[in-house]
């Protein structure tokens, strides 16, 4: 039986994952750099980030550090002036809180997080957050999920992860932890091969979990 749920955050809890690129893609077209946008979801799928396309076209690390806060104040904008919402997220966690312990693990920074919910009704549904800071290695390394494991005291066949990239999903398979994907227009294209479940919207989770009691 499932007990416990590590949910990704971005894409998965808030729709942000269009608002973090359009930062970027607006931080280098401040210094004539056009991103690609299918290059970078391949990258963002490794674990690469916006950067990856600059390096590539020979920008300095120096400029990089100024363009990443220039997209870093950018995103902060569109998280405070975007509707990030997805529909039903909050009337999910409060029909599996009836049934399972959950928590968030995110590669979010603590900022960016802290704005998301300054004024959201999804951080009281979890028994904690791991954002960036509180690990070393983020997805698809396993180190994430695996810290949500202990900090939860949870066994991998007890939990589920909550994911819509193949980073992140890569990181649950690695953990060895069972992961359902929820779809996300920005990540669709992504490989999801090895995910345990494919679901559309977060309500299917509550059919999951009651299913894995059956199981046990």
């Not at 009337?91 to 004024?119: C, G, N, W």
């Amino acid at each position: 039986m499932k007990k416990y749920i590590l949910f990704d955050h971005d894409g998965v809890l808030v729709d942000t994952e269009f608002w973090y690129y359009r930062a970027g893609e607006r931080a280098l077209a401040g210094i004539g750099l056009t991103v690609d946008k299918d290059r970078y979801l391949r990258d963002m799928s490794q674990g690469l980030g916006t950067w990856a396309q600059a390096r590539a076209a020979g920008v300095d690390e120096e400029t990089i550090s100024r363009l990443r806060r220039i997209r870093d104040d950018h995103y902060q904008e569109y998280l405070k002036t975007e509707a990030i919402e997805i529909e039903g997220v909050v009337e999910t966690l409060a029909d599996l809180s009836r049934h399972v312990r959950m928590a968030i693990v995110t590669t979010a920074k603590r900022a960016d997080f802290d704005v998301i919910h300054a004024q959201r009704d999804i951080r009281r549904f979890m028994d904690f957050v791991l954002v960036r800071e509180d690990y070393r290695l983020a997805k698809p390394h396993p180190e994430p999920y695996l810290t949500g494991l202990r900090r939860f005291g949870a066994a991998q066949q007890e939990t589920l992860v909550v994911e819509d990239s193949s980073r992140g999903l890569n990181s649950a398979v690695a953990a060895g932890i069972d992961c359902a994907v929820v779809h996300n227009d920005f990540t669709q294209a992504q490989d999801f091969s090895q995910a345990t479940h494919r679901i559309k919207t977060l309500r299917e989770l509550t059919d999951i979990i009651l299913d894995s009691a059956g199981d046990s």
